[in-house]
């Protein structure tokens, strides 16, 4: 691999978070202190705070001391300058009064500001690939479970794969959007879980922003390792492992009858301009490394 660094530098903690959630500030059906209770009795370790058109301030938000890391963040939505309509989730503290601006000066704002900007569920919104590439965004939700429950609108790996072509650096998330209403009631389906030093806003930030982390619906990475030009792979158990490339380029180890899988080795092409993980456990749950190198 020449001139490529490899992503995952495994020496510091796991940690499991979520980046897209809603509460009763916008159009959520719990309050910022039940949303963190569910959370961390389901064995998260962060989330973000994620309303529609409210910038969040998780120290003033909770009275008492939270369960878990609370961390700010935003969700965009509306036309851009071409009529395009997208929903922009945005990492990270921001403070701007969003309805002042039209869509396309909050998303300039908000990366003014140190926000990452993932495009959220982009099937459900029925944008186009070029609609997908036309703002930089740091990131898209390849998994999104509201989206999942609503109309099954909620794959964005071929979205992805689409940008990763414009920028091998674009980074995937699988998220909950939660709004625990209803008419949507799921949440835990979709996550990330970070490696980073410590558990604090700095470092899971510093994390997400190196891609430090794998995106899950089920299934675990427990190690991803790189000895030369071969990848040593760690994870619960699962039915097979993937290695995804540009267009039809692939790897692929396990079968539907045989032995659950929980490690293996690839050596790694040299030719691909991207390439990342994918894992499926027998119950057909995946999860995503980022891609390998940067």
């Given at each position: 691999m020449i001139n490529r660094t490899f992503r995952y530098q495994e020496s510091a903690s796991w940690f499991k978070g979520n980046t897209h959630l809603h509460t009763t500030a916008s159009d959520g059906g719990n309050t910022i202190v039940e949303i963190a209770e569910l959370y961390a009795e389901a064995g998260y370790d962060f989330i973000f705070i994620t309303d529609h058109g409210v910038c969040s301030n998780v120290e003033q938000s909770s009275p008492v001391a939270p369960p878990l890391l609370l961390l700010n963040g935003i969700e965009l939505d509306g036309q851009d300058s071409k009529g395009s309509y997208y929903h922009v989730v945005c990492l990270g503290s921001v403070n701007v009064i969003?309805?002042?601006y039209n869509l396309e000066e909050a998303m300039i704002l908000a990366k003014?500001?140190?926000a990452l900007r993932i495009l959220a569920h982009p099937r459900w919104c029925g944008n186009t690939m070029e609609e997908a590439n036309r703002h930089d965004f740091d990131g898209v939700e390849?998994?999104?479970h509201?989206?999942?429950?609503?109309?099954?609108k909620s794959d964005g790996l071929t979205y992805w794969d689409n940008m990763l072509a414009k920028n091998p650096a674009t980074l995937s998330?699988?998220?909950?959007d939660a709004h625990l209403l209803s008419e949507h009631p799921g949440f835990n389906g979709g996550w990330i879980v970070i490696n980073a030093s410590e558990l604090n806003e700095e470092s899971v930030l510093k994390a997400i922003k190196m891609g430090q982390y794998y995106s899950s619906c089920g299934p675990d990475f427990k190690s991803i390792r790189l000895q030369g030009s071969i990848l040593e792979i760690e994870t619960s158990p699962v039915q097979f492992i993937r290695l995804a490339g540009p267009g039809n380029k692939g790897w692929r180890t396990g079968s539907f009858t045989g032995n659950l899988l929980t490690r293996t080795s690839i050596e790694l092409p040299e030719n691909w301009d991207y390439m990342y993980l994918e894992i499926e456990d027998g119950k057909g749950k995946r999860a995503?490394?980022?891609?390998?190198f940067v």
């Open positions: 969003f309805s002042n003014e500001q140190g390849i998994y999104n509201v989206c999942h429950w609503l109309n099954g998330f699988a998220a909950d995503w490394s980022n891609t390998l």
